[in-house]
T-cell receptor, first 114, second 115 residues
C-alpha cells in the first residue's frame, strides 16, 4: 500500500514479556517517528530516525524501550519487561524530512499489557 | 520543554455552524504549528499547518491563525458538516533545521457536528 503500515494492529501480552512493534514507512521517506498515545490524550514523541540513525531519542521513557531502523526503511520498536503502564497505541509516522513538515501516520499498534 | 494546552476538550455544534479550537504554547522558539484530525481507529491526519512567518492561513472551510506575541493559535472550521466530527489535535514544534516532525501535541478536542 501507499501509506505507513504498522503490525500488529493489536497486541495483548502479559506483564514482564518482551514485545516488538513494526513500522513500514512510505517508500522514499527518510524520516521516521514513533509516538505513543494513551487513551484520551494526544500523541507523545518517543524517537526520531533520519535514515538509519536515531537522531533524537529523548522521548523514550526508560531503558526498557529501544528502537532500530537498520536499513533506513522498516523500523522496530522493542519493549522489554513490559509493564501495565506501557498499554497504549504506538503510532509510527514518516516524512520526507527537512522543512516540509508533514507527518504521515500509520493506524497504530494497540498494546495491552495484562 | 514545550507545553501545549488545548481547549475546549469537547465541542458540539449544529451542521452549518462554525467551530473554533484554541491552543497556547510555552516555548517561544516554536515555529511550526500543525493541526491534525483523528478519526476512530485511525492515525492522525494533517489538515492544515502554519509557520511562524505568517499570521493566518486558509484552505477552503478551514483556517488557522497564529499570534506569536501571545503564543496562541486557533483552528476555525466554517460551514461544519457531520463528516467533520472527529478528534482534533494542535501541535507545536521548535525542531527546525533538520525536521519539524518532533511535535508536542495538545490534549485534543472531540468535535461533534449534529445534522
Amino acid at each position: 500500500g501507499a501509506g505507513v503500515s504498522q503490525t500488529p494492529s493489536n497486541k495483548v501480552t502479559e506483564k514482564g514479556k518482551y514485545v516488538e512493534l513494526r513500522c513500514d514507512p512510505i517508500s522514499g521517506h527518510t524520516a521516521l517517528y514513533w509516538y505513543r498515545q494513551s487513551l484520551g490524550q494526544g500523541p507523545e514523541f518517543l524517537i526520531y530516525f533520519q535514515g538509519t540513525g536515531a537522531a533524537d531519542d529523548s522521548g523514550l521513557p526508560n531503558d526498557r524501550f529501544f528502537a532500530v531502523r537498520p536499513e533506513g526503511s522498516v523500523s522496530t520498536l522493542k519493549i522489554q519487561r513490559t509493564e501495565r503502564g506501557d498499554s497504549a497505541v504506538y503510532l509510527c509516522a514518516s516524512s520526507l524530512g527537512g522543512p516540509t513538515g508533514e507527518l504521515f501516520f500509520g493506524e497504530g499498534s494497540r498494546l495491552t499489557v495484562l | 520543554g514545550e507545553n501545549v494546552e488545548q481547549h475546549p476538550s469537547t465541542l458540539s455544534v449544529q451542521e452549518g455552524d462554525s467551530a473554533v479550537i484554541k491552543c497556547t504554547y510555552s516555548d517561544s522558539a516554536s515555529n511550526y504549528f500543525p493541526w491534525y484530525k483523528q478519526e476512530l481507529g485511525k492515525g492522525p491526519q494533517l489538515i492544515i499547518d502554519i509557520r511562524s512567518n505568517v499570521g493566518e492561513k486558509k484552505d477552503q472551510r478551514i483556517a488557522v491563525t497564529l499570534n506569536k506575541t501571545a503564543k496562541h493559535f486557533s483552528l476555525h472550521i466554517t460551514e461544519t458538516q457531520p463528516e467533520d466530527s472527529a478528534v482534533y489535535f494542535c501541535a507545536a514544534s521548535s525542531a527546525g533545521g533538520t525536521s519539524y516532525g518532533k511535535l508536542t501535541f495538545g490534549q485534543g478536542t472531540i468535535l461533534t457536528v449534529h445534522p
